[in-house]
T-cell receptor, first 111, second 114 residues
Framework: RKEVEQDPGPFNVPEGATVAFNCTYSNSASQSFFWYRQDCRKEPKLLMSVYSSGNEDGRFTAQLNRASQYISLLIRDSKLSDSATYLCVVNMNQAGTALIFGKGTTLSVSS | DTEVTQTPKHLVMGMTNKKSLKCEQHMGHRAMYWYKQKAKKPPELMFVYSYEKLSINESVPSRFSPECPNSSLLNLHLHALQPEDSALYLC?????????????FGSGTQLSVL
């Protein structure tokens, strides 16, 4: 089983839609979780950390389910500028050096 | 705009060439990283430096040689590369190497090996 798995998509949605991505991880001892966004031919940029209680940043909501070992990202009121690849990142140990990237989920928002 | 600066942005080299990639950050971060990313794949960790000391080498071939001259600079020296080494090379930094540390990436060097 792969360590961090994501549905690669693409997810094609119209502007204004709500879209959700899931990511599963294999190591139950994983310590911390992040969503990064990567635009085509650009570097990944941190979108948000994912906390146990769930957290929200504007139109973006992240959830963590430790029992089922998955994290999710919900995007409300999608904008054209949200089109990108969303990378799920899981930190497997306390030293912080075992960052495992998922392959990413591609989102395309159209007008 | 990224606060981690990488040069050059693009590099084409032959298999016998020696070249270096450079990375600089002035955020006072004490951890710096090299990642390799192939098209449509996630970034793969190559090296981690913590407080200017190499702490992780993910079994990277010796034709890649990292160097950390000081806390702000990270280099990757390239020698006798193979065409399959063509990829986007990303530098990143974080405040420390703890589990909740957020990575800040440079814009990368797109490397082509002919």
């Amino acid at each position: 089983r792969k360590e961090v798995e994501q549905d690669p998509g693409p997810f094609n949605v119209p502007e204004g839609a709500t879209v959700a991505f899931n990511c599963t991880y294999s190591n139950s001892a994983s310590q911390s979780f992040f969503w990064y966004r990567q635009d085509c031919r650009k570097e990944p940029k941190l979108l948000m950390s994912v906390y146990s209680s769930g957290n929200e940043d504007g139109r973006f909501t992240a959830q963590l389910n430790r029992a089922s070992q998955y994290i999710s990202l919900l995007i409300r009121d999608s904008k054209l500028s949200d089109s990108a690849t969303y990378l799920c990142v899981v930190n497997m140990n306390q030293a912080g050096t075992a960052l495992i990237f998922g392959k990413g989920t591609t989102l395309s928002v159209s007008s | 705009d990224t606060e981690v600066t990488q040069t050059p942005k693009h590099l084409v080299m032959g298999m016998t060439n020696k070249k270096s990639l450079k990375c600089e950050q002035h955020m006072g971060h004490r951890a710096m990283y090299w990642y390799k990313q192939k098209a449509k794949k996630p970034p793969e960790l190559m090296f981690v430096y913590s407080y200017e000391k190499l702490s992780i080498n993910e079994s990277v071939p010796s034709r890649f040689s990292p160097e950390c001259p000081n806390s702000s600079l990270l280099n990757l020296h390239l020698h006798a590369l193979q065409p399959e080494d063509s990829a986007l090379y990303l530098c990143a930094s974080s405040q420390e190497t703890g589990s909740n540390e957020k990575l800040f990436f440079g814009s990368g060097t797109q490397l082509s090996v002919l």
